[in-house]
């Protein structure tokens, strides 16, 4: 009998299906269409089994969507600009250009082992000159659809690098690789205006109805639509030109609460007022502080009390005293705010360390008026007693009473209700060499001038350094020194490169015509557009999938996608994580040393090193490189095949949840397949003669089996096929049908394997005398009459606990399933000649004998 050895058959196979083109993505009219994509990767140079989860998952997609009669794409790219390149190097010298490329050359090598069915001849990386080349023509063309803007900004900036830093790569206040107090500084900086379309991006969240809804749920919480007042106090010993102050509130019904006035660091007025050294200190204290809105609620809340007051729109005589403070975005509402420390926490804090008056609006439905340990801030719906409302002392909800206050303010003409989102406009600038060029120039004559689309794409100059601290394309005069498009005369390149987040939302349209000379292909992106299936991870539903919604409408105004494309996925998929076990020792100091769990012994007894020394055990955790706690799937290859690595991360648990990747896992699944290898052989080697009732029996099984695995995948319920594969593998084993039925429901179990563990299906496939590649065969479909149930299971029941089970006729009446069932030898051993008082037929679910 051979033996299951997927070191040898799984290249065969991968390689029969380069030679066949079997994956390759064909735009068919005659077929319907399915593109499956899964968020593609950052190339930081080895895979993981998240990857190998990941890419399984639409890869179990892909192939059961092409059995089944559809013209598949199914694609793989790299998300390869971004400071990792660039930082290795700084930190190893080299140039980014070779870091990525050999990064990504290894990462092919070791996806390609799995068997996935890519179309690897639509494959490219987001520095392409050629990819990024496109981006830049779209950014022209957004940019004359009014879509693109430029304005001063204010940014978390690294004064050692001398770049913009994310708000993530800013911590406990200092540069993340420099550790460098960051500065909040304003700079001029290109934007999308995503905000233009913050209505839509929320409205549009109900036509995704194949999305999980706490990701749409996060979408929405992010636009942040809501309804408020603006209104604007009289100012008293203001500058000039700051006779009132605009404030925005979406709690109206507080203004009877209100006890100070606070404008941001970053407002015109505070700028106004910097001639003060005192204010000219506070502000520069603010700057050090981080842009984000987590960052700025986080931190301790400080101000500076101008000496300005506003006047109460209700009562000119009641004045609030104006002050600056660290807590205030100006990006915003309008970066000033009225302050009630009874019902917002954060007010709260700050007119308790400055002594300021809490005045509270409401109370409890049904509380007395009561001192304020802490703010009391209800939902929107609870119903409150309002002490100092515009309604009176009425009970009701603080959605009414905005409603009137908002009512209340328009009707005596000093406000006006207003509708904001806290979507804000894309900031794409970053101070680094590693990106897409922006595609414009500064000339003296003509001001800001897009490229000449014959000139693109503007593409990074090789010879550059990163012995200095900076943006290298700041220092490259023959690159940024050039000429105006527009008039000839000398002018100087932006040397700020895109936000990678930009390469990323429109890789998906590319995919439909990757070596096309314009961004998309009509004709491509109509037939293969939308993406029917996307996979990947929750940390991305929030940035990532909304700027790809965004770029979605860009381009269909700027007429590289249809319209039907303006949501751009059609159904999203969220994978859990792999984890794995955590080991460790420590040191003379006591702290942990992680150690690889190919580094450690295992055993009943616990955990130890090869030297014998004892090793901590920190439960499952996801798999992290500074935690040493990773399996690297090339090992797994080696040992097991790819397979087994596939057939496990879908088996365990369902593909929404983690999975824990254990030793002991990856074996039993290892000998699983070798299990269906060994009746696989055996079958093929068998001339048993038919047998009229087992090959019925075994039809009907190979039927249900059918019918229950496409049910799983189509409903991402792998672990819930893979089961149902493991019960018919069961069936298949005892079954006593002749060798011609076992033969073709051997073929069948091919098939329904081939998208989980594709390798090993080939090789039944062919064992089994199945024509040409599985891969390539059509699905198989289920008989609707052997799936009709002849018979049913009953369980039986003594007094109330399950004893036996019967197989009866589903039509079968219930005197005769009484006189089957009391003749059970089981159930006669659990009576053991006590009298039957009663028994109860439900038809086909139960029946109870009571005795």
């Known amino acids: 009998m051979s033996r299951y050895e997927p070191s040898r058959t799984e290249p065969k196979w991968q390689a029969a299906w380069d030679q066949a083109g079997a994956f390759t993505a064909r735009r068919d009219p005659a077929k319907p269409k399915y593109y499956v994509l899964e968020m593609f990767p950052y190339p930081s140079g080895r895979i993981h089994m998240g990857h190998v989860r990941n890419y399984t998952m639409g890869d179990v997609v892909a192939r059961q969507k092409a059995a089944a009669g559809y013209s598949v794409l199914h694609p793989m790219g790299w998300d390869a600009f971004g400071m990792p390149a660039e930082n290795a190097a700084m930190e190893r010298g080299g ?3 070779d870091w990525t490329y050999g990064n990504i050359a290894d990462m092919r090598a070791q996806m390609k082992p799995l068997g996935l069915s890519i179309d690897w001849s639509r494959e490219f990386a987001t520095c392409d000159p050629e990819y990024y080349g496109q981006q830049q023509a779209m950014f022209i063309d957004m940019l004359e659809a009014g879509l693109v803007y430029r304005k001063n900004a204010v940014v978390n900036w690294d004064p050692v690098d001398m770049t913009v830093l994310a708000n993530e790569q800013v911590i406990d206040g200092k540069g993340w690789r420099s550790g460098a107090a960051v500065e909040r500084r304003e ?16 409205n549009a969240l109900d036509t995704l109805t194949d999305w999980p809804e ?10 942040g639509k809501s309804r408020g007042l603006q209104f604007g106090f009289e100012t008293v010993g203001a500058p000039a030109g700051f006779e009132t102050l605009e404030v925005y509130t979406t709690r109206p019904d507080t203004l009877m609460g209100a006890s100070f006035a606070a404008i941001s660091a970053d407002h015109p007025l505070a700028k106004a007022l910097e001639h003060d050294p005192k204010v000219a200190a506070f502000v520069a204290e603010c700057r050090k502080g981080g842009t984000s809105a987590e960052e700025i609620e986080t931190a301790e809340k400080i101000g500076l009390d101008t000496g300005i007051r506003v006047k109460h729109p209700l009562d000119p005589a009641w004045e609030l005293p104006v002050w600056i403070a660290n807590f205030i975005l100006m990006d915003y509402g309008t970066g000033a705010i009225f302050g009630c420390p009874a019902h917002d926490q954060r007010d709260f804090d700050f007119a308790t360390k400055y002594g300021l008056p809490i005045k509270a609006v409401f109370v409890a439905e049904g509380a007395e008026d009561a001192a304020l340990a802490e703010a009391f801030v209800p ?5 409150v007693r309002y002490v100092r409302g515009f309604a009176g002392a009425e009970v009701q909800t603080g959605e009414e009473a905005i409603a009137a206050a908002i009512a209340h303010a328009e009707a005596q003409g000093y406000g006006t209700g207003v509708t904001k989102f806290r979507l804000r406009d894309w900031g794409i600038s970053r101070q680094r060499y590693w990106g897409c060029p922006i595609p414009v120039v500064h000339c003296a004559t003509c001001g800001v001038v897009p490229e000449a689309k014959a000139n693109l794409p503007v593409t990074l100059p090789d010879d550059v350094t990163f012995d200095v601290p900076g943006n290298p394309l700041d220092r490259h005069p023959t690159w940024r020194d050039c000429t105006c498009p527009k008039c000839g005369a000398k002018a100087r390149r932006e040397t700020d490169t895109m936000d990678t987040f930009v390469d990323s939302s429109w890789y998906y349209a590319r995919f439909t015509a990757p070596r096309a000379t314009t961004p998309t292909i009509a004709e491509d992106a109509e037939y293969w557009m939308n993406v029917d299936q996307y996979i990947g ?3 991305h539903a929030i940035l990532h999938l909304l700027y790809s919604r965004f770029f979605a409408r860009a381009m269909q105004k700027t007429g590289h996608l249809p319209q039907k494309a303006v949501e751009p996925f059609n159904a999203l998929f969220t994978q859990g994580m792999v984890t794995h076990e955590i080991y460790l020792t420590r040191d003379a100091n006591g702290r942990p040393v992680y150690h690889l769990p190919e580094d450690v012994i295992r055993s009943d007894a616990g955990a130890t090193l090869k030297d014998g020394t004892a090793v901590e055990i920190i439960p499952s955790a996801k798999m992290s490189k500074s935690k040493k706690n990773v399996v690297d799937p090339m090992n797994i290859i080696a040992q097991f095949g790819a397979d087994t690595a596939r057939w496990f991360v879908m088996s365990d648990s369902p593909p929404e949840r983690d999975v824990e990747w254990t030793s002991s896992g990856a074996e039993a699944a290892f000998k699983h397949l070798g299990r269906v290898w060994r009746i696989a052989d055996e079958i093929a080697g068998s001339d048993a003669a038919a ?3 087992e090959d019925a029996a075994l039809a009907r099984a190979t039927a249900k089996a059918i019918d229950e695995v496409t049910k799983g995948i189509e409903g991402f319920a792998f672990n819930k096929a893979i089961a149902k594969l493991y019960e018919f593998t069961n069936t298949l084993q005892r079954s006593q049908a002749g060798a011609e039925a076992r033969r073709a429901a051997m073929r069948a179990m091919a098939q329904l394997m081939q998208p989980m563990t594709p390798h090993l299906a080939e090789e039944v496939w062919s064992m089994l005398g199945g ?20 018979d049913v299971t009953l369980p039986i029941q003594i007094n109330g606990k399950r004893r036996a089970e019967i197989t009866v006729p589903k039509d079968m009446p219930a005197s005769e399933v009484e006189k089957i069932a009391l003749a059970d030898e089981a159930v006669i051993k659990f009576l053991a000649g006590q009298p039957v008082k009663k028994i109860i037929v439900v038809p086909g679910r139960i029946i109870n004998v009571v005795v």
Not at 187 to 202: C, G, H, M, P, R
Not at 379 to 383: A, G, V
Not at 771 to 790: F, M, Q, R, S, T
């Open 537 to 539: 991870g929750i940390e």
């Open 379 to 383: 939902m929107k719906s609870e119903r």
């Open 691 to 693: 047998n009229a009732a």
């Open 95 to 97: 140039h980014p250009k």
């Open 771 to 790: 024509a040409g590649l599985v891969a390539l065969a059509p699905w198989p479909k289920a008989d609707p009459a052997l799936l009709v149930e002849d």
């Open 214 to 223: 706490k990701v749409r749920l996060m979408q929405a919480n992010w636009i």
């Open 187 to 202: 700079l001029t900086q290109w934007f999308f205006k995503i905000s233009d379309y913050s209505e839509d991006l929320l």
